[in-house]
C-alpha cells in the first residue's frame, strides 16, 4: 500500500528533520551499590542500588552525548555498554505545553 504525497505528510517530514537538527538535553547519572553483611541487605546478597545525576547536556542525539560526557570526563574511562554499566544516560523528558 503506498501513501499519498500531501501537504500534511510532507509539513511532517519537515518538523522530523527539524526537531532532529534540535538540541536535546541528556542527563548522566551513575549506578552504585550499598551492601553490608547485615540481615537488611540479605548479608550481601541484596544491595540497595543508588542512581545520582552527575551532569547534563545538550546534544542532537544519545550518541553525540555519550561523546560529550566521554570528553568531558575522559580520564575515569566512562563506559555506557553492559547490562549494570556504572555510568548511563537519558533524555530529559519535554514538558507538555
Do not use: C, D, I, W
Given at each position: 500500500?503506498?501513501?499519498?504525497?500531501?501537504?500534511?505528510?510532507?509539513e511532517s517530514s519537515a518538523?522530523?528533520?527539524?526537531?532532529?537538527?534540535?538540541?536535546?538535553?541528556y542527563t548522566l547519572y551513575?549506578?552504585?551499590?550499598?551492601?553490608?553483611?547485615t540481615p537488611e541487605y540479605g548479608f550481601g546478597d541484596f544491595p540497595e542500588t543508588i542512581i545520582s545525576p552527575?551532569?547534563?547536556?545538550?546534544a542532537k542525539s544519545l550518541?553525540?552525548?555519550?561523546n560529550q560526557f566521554k570528553k568531558l570526563f575522559g580520564w575515569k574511562r566512562i563506559?555506557?555498554?553492559?547490562?549494570?554499566?556504572?555510568?548511563?544516560?537519558?533524555?530529559v523528558a519535554e514538558e507538555s505545553k
Open positions: 500500500m503506498q501513501t499519498k504525497h500531501t501537504a500534511e505528510n510532507t518538523v522530523k528533520v527539524a526537531r532532529e537538527n534540535e538540541l536535546q538535553p551513575r549506578r552504585s551499590y550499598k551492601s553490608e553483611n552527575v551532569l547534563s547536556v545538550n550518541r553525540s552525548a555519550q563506559s555506557f555498554s553492559g547490562r549494570f554499566a556504572t555510568y548511563f544516560v537519558t533524555q
